[in-house]
Structures are given as C-alpha cells and as structure tokens.
C-alpha cells in the first residue's frame, strides 16, 4: 500500500469491539466530503493566483521560492511516477503498537483545518497593499513559507480522500472478514495476543530459491514493468534488494530481482488507439491483466501505492520511499501484513477504519522503517526448497 499519513489516536478496546451492524451511510455521505475536497483546492487556486500576482509586484524574485515548495497533489495517471524520498532511520527500540484511525467525519475535520489555513493566507494576501514598502517584502516572503505549509495540508486531505474512498468500500464488502480483524485488533491492544498469526510465508509461483554456495541463498524475483524511466527502476531494484539482504553468523539470504521491461506499444498491441497516453487514467485491472502471469507486475496509473490482485503493484502519483516499496514486494514474496485493519461502525457516517501496526520491529508491520531480518527468510527459504 502508498498508504496515507497516519494519526495516532488514543482509541479503547471498548470502541474495537462496538456493536457492528450493516451501516445505513447516509446516502451522498462520501460525495459531501468529496465536494468539500474540490471547493478546498479551488480556493487553494485562488489564494496562489492572488498571491502570485502580489508577488510580481513587490519581487518577481519571491515568485522562484513559490516554486520551489511542494507541489499540491497530483493526479494519478499512467507512467506517472512518485518521487523516491529518503526512507525513515529508525533510532531506538520500536515504538509500541497504536491505533490509526481514518473516517470521513475526521477527513471533514481535516478540511475545515485545512480551509482555516487558506482563509488567514488569504486575508495577509489582501493586506499586502496596506503595508510599508521595506516591510512589505519580508511579510511576502513569509507567506510564501507559509502557502508551502497550506499545500501540505491540501495534500493529506486528499490522502485521507482517497484512502477513505478505499477502505470504507473494502469493508463494507468484507464485514465478516473485518469483524474477525476488529477483534484481533482488541486482543493485541489488550495485550492478549501476538501481532503476527504465525502462518509460513505463502510466496508467488513465480519465485524462487538457489542456493549456490554453503550458507548462502538467493531468492528470485522475476518484476516486470512498462515504466519508462530507467533512472527510477535501477532506484527501486538496488534500494529494495539492499533492504531484503541479511547476514547472520555465517549465512546470507539476497533479494534479486529480474526486471523484465515490456513497452507500452508491446503491452497495447492490437489495442485500438494504441498504448494510454502518459498521465492518462487508466483501467488498472485490465492494465494489470496485459502482463503475463509467469512474473510480478510493476506499473502505474494507481490513485496511491498498492498490490493488486495478480501480484501488481500499483504505483500512484504520492512521494513514497525505497523502503515501503520494499515493504510492497515483500507481499510478492509471500508476507502477509502484519498491521491489523479493523473498523467500527459510524452509521449514517460510515466506518472509522483503524490500523494497528501489531509488529512494530518488522517491515511487513512498520512499512516505513520495520527491518528485514532472518526471521523472513528462513521460513521463505524452507517453502521455496520445498517446491
């Protein structure tokens, strides 16, 4: 999964185990956040174009560090690729499991924070005229700090949007599968159960294992992609076989993986109009099903970083690291998630979807900072020598 900005809450094991009933969503109920959503970034719009026009006047100048802060959200669309950011540096033991929660009452709360941001840019914006000439340009380039903050926050409201959009779906087709997931999210917040299930690594028919010198094994990972960037594949190969490599003693288990490139114009053959046009929106699943099955899939076109069925992993248009993609390929080989999603009903609202991050010292539980360690590859290697 890109997987959405994460915030912590308190939650008790009571509210995990709320009475769960078939929710009555108020119908229109996600289109209201929605549209809410479209108004915010038409009013982020307004206040750029007003202070874009102020900063012409007072210094062009200030217009390049306008540039310079990050961009908004963008939208998703094929062969459009997330920047690759620095990967989290873990410092310490691993924080105890806590409990996220998304909703779109709390997307609604995020908005009006986000919406009280704009408003206050806005009225220093309009003051700008009224200020002295000396002063006037150091409060234009504090803005301009600022309208960088105001972008940021246009950019978790459109992750919670859109993870809403998600799993408040996935749930709802899936209640009996959840409830069980609720409840085990309880049992690890009451310090009943373990995070993980315990389960053998379940790894696609396409990898496998060689074992070419005494202590040492290599895992392959055929990955094919139609991306054309070969700056970012080479990236996302070196940075994910890196994080699955692991010595212990005298023994190392390696990651490698096969990158099989496949042309857009290959992929699309005898499609009439022929490949999607970069930045297109594109049907994922059926672009999913144009590679072949004897490998994994790495593509585009997705609203945020996910596996599809068919071994696919999704990229979306969100600045993700090298080491949650790493966490991505670990599902390839056969890693269930060990953070746990579970939910309670809100009624005419919905879902509060909730995640506990069960195995905190783990990638496959702390996506952004969780090691890869012997405890992975020993039961992997067992199920691939077995084959």
């Not at 294992?209 to 700056?231: G, K, M, N, Y």
């Not at 790495?298 to 979306?316: D, E, K, N, R, W």
């Amino acid at each position: 999964m890109r997987w959405g900005v994460a915030l912590l809450v308190g939650l008790v094991v009571v509210a995990l185990l709320s009475l769960r009933v078939r929710p009555e969503e108020a119908p229109g109920r996600a289109e209201a956040t929605m549209e809410r959503a479209r108004a915010l970034h038409a009013h982020h719009d307004r206040v750029e174009q007003a202070l874009r026009a102020s900063l012409a006047a007072i210094d062009p100048e200030l217009l390049a560090g306008l540039d310079r802060q990050p961009p908004p959200s963008r939208p998703a669309g094929y062969q459009v690729l997330p920047e690759l950011g620095e990967s989290a540096t873990r410092s310490g033991a691993p924080a105890k499991p806590r409990v996220a929660a998304y909703s779109w009452p709390w997307t609604d709360t995020r908005i009006g924070w986000a919406e009280e941001e704009l408003a206050a840019l806005e009225r220093r914006v309009a003051a700008l005229p009224d200020i002295g000439a000396e002063r006037r340009r150091e409060e234009a380039g504090q803005i301009v700090l600022a309208f960088g903050g105001a972008r940021g926050s246009l950019a978790t409201v459109d992750a919670h949007v859109g993870y809403n959009a998600l799993w408040q779906r996935e749930i709802a087709a899936n209640r009996a599968g959840y409830d069980r997931e609720t409840d085990r999210m309880a049992a690890i917040v009451a310090g009943r159960a373990p995070g993980g299930d315990g389960r053998p690594p379940s790894p696609a028919p396409f990898v496998r294992l060689e074992h070419p010198a005494p202590h040492r094994w290599v895992v392959r990972l055929p990955l094919e992609t139609d991306i054309l960037d070969p700056a970012f594949l080479d990236a996302v190969r070196e940075g994910v076989e890196s994080r699955w490599h692991v010595v212990h003693g005298e023994d190392e288990y390696l990651l490698r993986i096969d990158l099989r490139r496949r042309s857009p114009a290959e992929l699309h053959a005898g499609t009439a109009g022929g490949p999607p046009r970069p930045g297109e929106a594109i049907d994922t699943s059926a672009h999913c099903a144009r590679f072949s099955q004897g490998a994994g899939k790495l593509t585009t076109g997705a609203g945020f970083l996910h596996v599809a069925p068919g071994s696919c992993i999704l990229l979306g248009p969100e600045a993700i690291t090298v080491h949650v993609l790493a966490h991505e390929v670990g599902h390839l080989l056969g890693f269930p998630d060990v953070y746990v999603r579970g939910y309670r009903d809100l009624g005419r609202d919905g879902f509060e979807v909730l995640e506990i991050a069960a195995v905190p010292d783990d990638i496959m539980g702390s996506p952004g900072d969780g090691p890869v360690t012997r405890r992975h590859f020993e039961p992997l290697v067992d199920v691939l020598g077995k084959r």
